[in-house]
């Protein structure tokens, strides 16, 4: 005679098959998730849109690609926006080290795009041009600046224009200016923003900046950690200026009409431009480019290096740019010898004019335009 289960005992049976389907369908979930992360990693290619009319029409003679070319041996990223390709081409050297804006540069940059065709470029060991496996020979500024004119030979090329418009913006300006003096005959002007001239003396001015604001707001904590670092030069340089420059940052000396982190991010994780592996390789970049480039330009000084440029010169600082101190930039523009040169103050700015106040530079670089021409 078989007995039949008890009843406590086809509880258990019935919970035991509960949890397992539990277990199954919590597994798949998991893989779904997974599965899903992965496509998007590397499933979505990136593009760009299409520049349109505002009836939101393409516009026929307009240009908007995002692309890869090969500079120095490397596949490299840029992004090619304008209204009118027959415009002049300006080529933006982003900063960081590392640092590109790729991700969010149509945020930014629509205005210029109605005069300019706006090239903007992930340098190698940066974004979407960094490669797994670089060493820090791939990364010498030499290269750097040899990439920056075989790129600048590529779009004349393309464009057929004899010469184009160079804008820097921090670590790209040193790029941008040390370019310029190499090969001056290709460009229209040379454009500086957020400029540094004297590594040495911008962290002492940097360093005083934070020191003074943070006794005047009576800031303990800012205080105890600036004191403990004390001036410049730093015991360890990397670890002491990240340190100095969150206060810089904290203190309004970085950003203060703009919040380029977040429009990083925000890029990063929704703009076509950019594919989450893409966002990977950017922060992977961003470190190995610090690491590797900032020794090399720690005791750089435009004063002794590039007292004298064959070209147009710009520069655009922020009256509160305390990040690349405007003060030195300023005296190195008093001191540069150049065929023309214009110092531009943006008085609502820091560190990113370009950004913090966006209609006042376009009109800025329209005038630019207007001169070189």
């Known amino acids: 005679m078989v007995r039949k289960p008890s009843r406590i005992h086809q509880i258990e049976i019935s919970t035991a098959s509960s949890v397992n389907r539990r277990r199954k369908r919590t597994f798949f979930t998991i893989a779904a998730v997974l599965i899903l992360f992965i496509v998007a990693l590397f499933a979505f290619p990136a593009w760009t849109p299409a520049i349109r009319s505002d009836k939101g029409e393409p516009i026929p003679e307009s240009i908007a690609v995002l692309e890869q070319v090969e500079l120095g041996g490397f596949k490299q990223s840029v992004l090619i926006r304008g209204k009118d390709r027959r415009n002049p081409v300006l080529l933006f050297l982003h900063g960081g080290p590392g640092y590109p804006q790729i991700p969010f540069a149509r945020k930014h940059q629509e205005l210029l795009e109605e005069h300019f065709v706006v090239v903007q470029w992930d340098q190698r060991g940066s974004g979407k041009s960094y490669h797994w496996g670089m060493s820090a020979n791939d990364l010498q500024v030499e290269r750097l600046i040899e990439d920056t004119h075989e790129l600048t030979q ?6 057929q224009q004899p010469k184009l418009f160079l804008a820097g913006h921090s670590w790209g300006s040193l790029l941008g200016i040390w370019t310029a003096q190499r090969y001056p005959g290709d ?30 707001r009576n800031d303990a904590k800012a205080i105890q950690e ?25 203190f309004g000396g970085s950003e203060r009409g703009s919040h380029s ?22 922060a992977v970049g961003n470190s190995f480019s610090a690491k590797t480039i900032m020794p090399q330009i720690e005791h750089v000084s435009l004063f002794e290096t590039v007292p004298k440029l064959e070209l147009p010169v710009y520069v655009a600082m922020g009256r509160h740019d305390h ?38 530079f376009a009109e800025w670089m329209r005038m630019i335009k207007a001169q070189c021409q």
């Not at 590594?199 to 943070?214: C, G, H, I, N, T």
């Open 154 to 159: 590529l779009l004349l090329q393309r464009f």
């Open 187 to 216: 460009y229209l002007a040379y454009i500086g923003i957020g400029q540094v001239a004297d590594s040495p003396r911008a962290e002492s001015a940097s360093y005083r900046f934070v020191l003074e604001e943070a006794k005047r």
């Open 226 to 250: 600036l004191e403990a670092i004390g001036p410049p030069p730093y015991g360890n340089p990397r670890k002491d200026t990240t340190l100095e420059r969150k206060w810089v940052a904290a």
């Open 261 to 282: 982190s977040r429009d990083l991010l925000e890029g990063i994780l929704l703009s076509p431009e950019y594919t989450w592996l893409d966002g990977l390789r950017l």
């Open 323 to 360: 990040m690349t101190p405007s003060e030195v930039a300023f005296d190195y523009m008093q001191q540069l010898d150049a065929p023309f040169k214009q110092f531009q103050w943006f008085e609502d700015s820091a560190h990113f004019p370009h950004m913090e106040e966006p209609e006042r």
